[in-house]
């Protein structure tokens, strides 16, 4: 996913770990709204743009299951954080894999070493 991403654009990648947010502005009644998108400067368009292209990536590259979990998304950080967990674990989860992983090696080493005596 990581190169098909990059592949679109550098940028889109960029976006998809760091993630993104609409641009906001406080009002006469001093209540945060969205700014409208034609007031965007360049800059700010193309850092949406390149979420757009991110979550358009995305999108197509996951199967009708996985994608019914992240459709709701409109930030690619969003959707991909959704399907590192779903497919990866939480960083606690990675763990426990990685010491049940060290523990089957060491175990097998030690068949292994007991055979050839």
Do not use: P
């Amino acid at each position: 996913m990581r190169a098909f991403i990059k592949a679109l654009d550098e940028k889109a990648w960029q976006a998809t770990l760091t993630g993104w947010t609409y641009l906001t502005k406080t009002d006469d009644a001093m209540k945060t709204i969205l700014k409208l998108e034609e007031t965007w400067s360049m800059e700010k368009d193309l850092l949406a743009n390149y979420n757009s292209k991110a979550l358009n990536g995305i999108f197509n590259a996951v199967d009708t299951n996985q994608f019914k979990h992240i459709s709701t998304c409109e930030i690619a950080n969003d959707s991909w954080k959704i399907l590192e967990i779903t497919y990866e674990g939480t960083l606690a989860i990675k763990m426990s894999k990685l010491q049940l992983l060290a523990t089957r090696v060491g175990e097998h080493a030690k068949v292994l070493e007991d055979a050839q005596l």
